[in-house]
Each structure stands twice: as structure tokens, then as C-alpha cells.
T-cell receptor
Framework: EAGVAQSPRYKIIEKRQSVAFWCNPI?????LYWYQQILGQGPKLLIQFQNNGVVDDSQLPKDRFSAERLKGVDSTLKIQPAKLEDSAVYLCASSPIAGERYNEQFFGPGTRLTVL | SQQGEEDPQALSIQEGENATMNCSYKTSINNLQWYRQNSGRGLVHLIL???NEREKHSGRLRVTLDTSKKSSSLLITASRAADTASYFCATAADSNYQLIWGAGTKLIIKP
């Protein structure tokens, strides 16, 4: 079974620039999550999708962050414009909604973003 | 917001010893999960314990859950160098599949 794919793995940009991250979840997983993880902290949920609908985006800074999941499969997360405090690892995870392993989250390798 | 608080924040032990880390949380839960994160394999699910369970085992891992105290512990027996990682507890409150994460315990296994 292929895991969660993310790209790019690393990105360095200057503040006020834009950046986009891509995620392809495990096939058949209906739920997709984007997290922000700052060094030394646990993951913080930014947005949760179920199929192509948003379940929770209460912690997404909507003035600069946007996310979409077209056709209920892969997803993109965009930051525009970036700030210094956006430097973090952006993790994508997916989860099945039924079966033995429902509610477990499967993570991609993450994208390490550095904003200069 | 983060619900789980792991204790200790950091732990350093000799290879072969047992490692115990604890997690406390604030609200009622459906289940509690432990994950491991290291630079090589990213964030990986280890074990899930449901609110009606008290103890669960998986290989060298033993997890306990005390819902009256809103706490859980993860025991790793006979530690190995490969167990060096950060360990996170995450709680699921209901069926919306959302997890709330603690800040993690950093475990270092000394050879």
C-alpha cells in the first residue's frame, strides 16, 4: 500500500512570497488533514476534509492560508503572502472512516518551509 | 489548542532499560493514540486505546488508560537505539475523527 505523498520536501522563500504544498492521500481514505508543526511542538490542525468537503477549518488563518481538495482525492495548501512565523513543517495525513483502522492517521513525510 | 500534556518533556536512558512516558488530557475522549516521530520515518501511529479499555499491548509497547484521572502512560520495554524519537499522545473526543495533540516527549536511548 502506497503511503501519503507530499511535495516538495523542502521550500525556502522570502517573506511576502507565495508557496503551495501538494498532498496525495492513501487511496480510499476519505479524510484528509493538513497540520502545521513548529519545532518542539505537537502538530496543530489547520484544516480537515472529508471527501471534498471541509469538516473543520477553524484554525486556518484564512487571510493568508487556503486549501482545496478537488475531486475528493489530492489536496493543495497555499500560503499567500508568507510571514516569518509560518516557518514550520507542514504535514498532510489521511484516515479511513471505516474498517479496523478508522480514526488512525497516516502521515506523509512533510514539507519543511523556511521563510526568510 | 493542545489538549494532551506529555511528561516528561525529555527522557534519556541506557539501551535495554524501560522507558515510561505519561500523557494527561482535559476533556472526555473516545480514544487515545500514541505516535512516534523521528527524522527517518516521520510521524507514525503506534497504538490506539479506546475509552472502555484499560490496557493494551503491542510488541514491546504497553499502554494504559485511566479515564477517571484523564491520563495515559506508554511503556517501552527493552529499549533500543532505534526507539530514539519524539513520542506524542493524541486524543479523539468524538466521531469526527479529529485528534488533539500534546507537545511530545523526546526520548533518547544511549548505547
Amino acid at each position: 500500500e502506497a503511503g501519503v505523498a507530499q511535495s516538495p520536501r523542502y521550500k525556502i522563500i522570502e517573506k511576502r512570497q507565495s508557496v503551495a504544498f501538494w498532498c496525495n492521500p492513501i487511496s480510499g481514505h476519505a479524510t484528509l488533514y493538513w497540520y502545521q508543526q513548529i519545532l518542539g511542538q505537537g502538530p496543530k490542525l489547520l484544516i480537515q476534509f472529508q471527501n471534498n468537503g471541509v469538516v473543520d477549518d477553524s484554525q486556518l488563518p484564512k487571510d493568508r492560508f487556503s486549501a482545496e481538495r478537488l475531486k475528493g482525492v489530492d489536496s493543495t495548501l497555499k500560503i499567500q503572502p508568507a510571514k516569518l512565523e509560518d516557518s514550520a513543517v507542514y504535514l498532510c495525513a489521511s484516515s479511513p472512516i471505516a474498517g479496523e483502522r478508522y480514526n488512525e492517521q497516516f502521515f506523509g513525510p512533510g514539507t519543511r518551509l523556511t521563510v526568510l | 489548542s493542545q489538549q494532551g500534556e506529555e511528561d516528561p518533556q525529555a527522557l534519556s536512558i541506557q539501551e535495554g532499560e524501560n522507558a515510561t512516558m505519561n500523557c494527561s488530557y482535559k476533556t472526555s475522549i473516545n480514544n487515545l493514540q500514541w505516535y512516534r516521530q523521528n527524522s527517518g520515518r516521520g510521524l507514525v501511529h503506534l497504538i490506539l486505546i479506546r475509552s472502555n479499555e484499560r490496557e493494551k499491548h503491542s510488541g514491546r509497547l504497553r499502554v494504559t488508560l485511566d479515564t477517571s484521572k484523564k491520563s495515559s502512560s506508554l511503556l517501552i520495554t527493552a529499549s533500543r537505539a532505534a526507539d530514539t524519537a519524539s513520542y506524542f499522545c493524541a486524543t479523539a473526543a468524538d466521531s469526527n475523527y479529529q485528534l488533539i495533540w500534546g507537545a511530545g516527549t523526546k526520548l533518547i536511548i544511549k548505547p
